[in-house]
């Protein structure tokens, strides 16, 4: 299996949800690169703000945590009081993890278990765009 990058994770994302392209380059580091143009379309729909300062670090790899992030904001999910997993407690980005499962978009790594730190493998990626939008 192969980790999905934060390029190839954009153009999942820009193709799933239909997103208009922008005029805007958003970020530095990824100036000439394929998935450019996916990357500046998440940006303009305020799905992301990068890695940093007018970078998004498109070669860095995916993590679950950072999936769920991206996918709430792109899907603008409910909140959810339920806590479901015990592996992300404290850690930004928890009350998307509860989102996704509340929608259930995700179960986890294992009980009680999100593994937010593991990258996302590109087949993984498909099956939680799947879940959320669908056919």
Same mark, same amino acid.
């Given at each position: ?16 949800? $239909? ?10 580091? #990824?100036?000439?690169?394929? $998935? ?49 997993? #015990? ?49």
């Amino acid at each position: 299996m192969r980790d999905l990058t934060r390029a190839q994770m954009a153009a999942f994302l820009v193709r799933a949800l $239909g997103l208009p392209p922008a005029a805007t380059d958003y970020f530095d580091d #990824d100036d000439g690169m394929t $998935g450019e143009s996916s990357i500046n379309a998440l940006a303009r729909a305020g799905i992301t703000g990068g890695c940093g300062p007018r970078r998004f670090c498109p070669s860095a790899d995916v993590t679950r945590l950072q999936m769920a992030q991206f996918l709430d904001r792109a899907l603008d999910l409910p909140s959810s009081t339920t806590d479901y997993f #015990d592996d992300d407690d404290g850690r930004t980005g928890e009350a998307s993890v509860n989102a996704l499962a509340a929608a259930g978009i995700t179960s986890g790594c294992g009980p009680r278990r999100y593994c937010p730190g593991a990258a996302v493998e590109r087949g993984e990626m498909a099956a939680f765009l799947y879940r959320a939008v669908g056919d």
